[in-house]
T-cell receptor, first 114, second 112 residues
Framework: DTEVTQTPKHLVMGMTNKKSLKCEQH?????MYWYKQKAKKPPELMFV???????INESVPSRFSPECPNSSLLNLHLHALQPEDSALYLC?????????????FGPGTRLTVT | AQSVSQHNHHVILSEAASLELGCNYS??????LFWYVQYPGQHLQLLLK??????LVKGIKGFEAEFIKSKFSFNLRKPSVQWSDTAEYFC??????????FGTGTRLQVFP
């Protein structure tokens, strides 16, 4: 199994809503990532978890809150988002705990904030 | 600041043409290098990678890339493209101890 799965595929939420994005991998990878990708732009790193501990936060606003319940799961909790937060949110994982390992990406959650 | 440049933003080719996509990075230390591909409506997939050793690396689907350290380059090549190669291609660089940095991407369109 070389898949990273993400749910939901699409999400529409209002600015006052609370929602969560989920990511799962069963490759035994020890590092997991959240990226944000706007249309026609490269992915931008948001968070990195290494061995279930938050190791990098790229100065992401607090309305995005990551959580890593175990080595296979990664969540991104969303609250009071703005319309400019609409984007494709990608989850990735890598085999090693070193941040510089190769990364495998999920299909993403396309988020629309209204 | 560390950066990755992909000079070709949009490339249009006919089937069977040869492909070379440029990638340059600005970082003087040791780096790991990647090319990712994003087919229309699909997720990012790893095309090939370079960590160390032979600077000419072969990836999936007939792609290869050459690391030229003196030029800070990692260009992607394919001798003969197919319509199915139509996609967005991202070069990415990971300095040791740093984070993965993506280039701006190159959109490749291949016409039959």
């Amino acid at each position: 199994d070389t898949e990273v799965t993400q749910t939901p595929k699409h999400l529409v939420m209002g600015m006052t809503n609370k929602k969560s994005l989920k990511c799962e991998q069963h490759m035994g990878h020890r590092a997991m990532y959240w990226y944000k990708q706007k249309a026609k732009k490269p992915p931008e790193l948001m968070f990195v978890y290494s061995y279930e501990k938050l190791s990098i936060n790229e100065s992401v606003p607090s309305r995005f809150s990551p959580e890593c319940p175990n080595s296979s799961l990664l969540n991104l909790h969303l609250h009071a988002l703005q319309p400019e937060d609409s984007a494709l949110y990608l989850c990735a994982s890598s085999p090693t705990s070193r941040v510089e390992g190769e990364q495998y990406f999920g299909p993403g959650t396309r988020l629309t904030v209204t | 600041a560390q950066s990755v440049s992909q000079h070709n933003h949009h490339v249009i080719l006919s089937e069977a043409a040869s492909l070379e996509l440029g990638c340059n990075y600005s970082y003087g230390g040791t780096v790991n290098l990647f090319w990712y591909v994003q087919y229309p409506g699909q997720h990012l997939q790893l095309l090939l990678k370079y960590f160390s050793g032979d600077p000419l690396v072969k990836g999936i689907k007939g792609f290869e890339a050459e690391f030229i350290k003196s030029k800070f380059s990692f260009n992607l090549r394919k001798p003969s493209v197919q319509w199915s190669d139509t996609a967005e291609y991202f070069c990415a660089v990971n300095p040791l101890g740093g984070k993965l940095i993506f280039g701006t991407g190159t959109r490749l369109q291949v016409f039959p």
